[in-house]
C-alpha cells in the first residue's frame, strides 16, 4: 500500500514537472518574439529620428500644400 502511494506521488509529481517544463518552453518563444519585436521598433525609432534630424519630416504648418489647392 505505501508502495502504491509513493508511485502516484512520483506520477504526479512527474506531471507537474512536465507542465512547468512545457509552460517554460512556452514562454521562452513569447519573450524570443517579443525580442524580436523590440529589435524592430527601435530600428523604426531610430530611422524616424534621423528623419527629424535631417528635417525630411516638416511640420504640417511647414509643409507645402498639394497642387490641387
Not at 42 to 68: C, F, G, I, M, R
Request: hydrophobic share 35%; no cysteine; aromatic share 4%.
Amino acid at each position: 500500500m505505501e508502495e502504491q502511494f509513493l508511485e502516484d506521488r512520483l506520477i504526479d509529481i512527474e506531471s507537474a514537472i512536465a507542465i512547468l517544463e512545457k509552460n517554460v518552453d512556452d514562454l521562452s518563444q513569447v519573450v524570443i518574439k517579443q525580442g524580436k519585436t523590440i529589435d524592430r521598433l527601435l530600428k523604426q525609432n531610430t530611422y524616424l529620428l534621423e528623419l527629424l534630424k535631417n528635417d525630411a519630416v516638416k511640420p504640417q504648418s511647414e509643409e507645402t500644400p498639394p497642387p490641387h489647392y
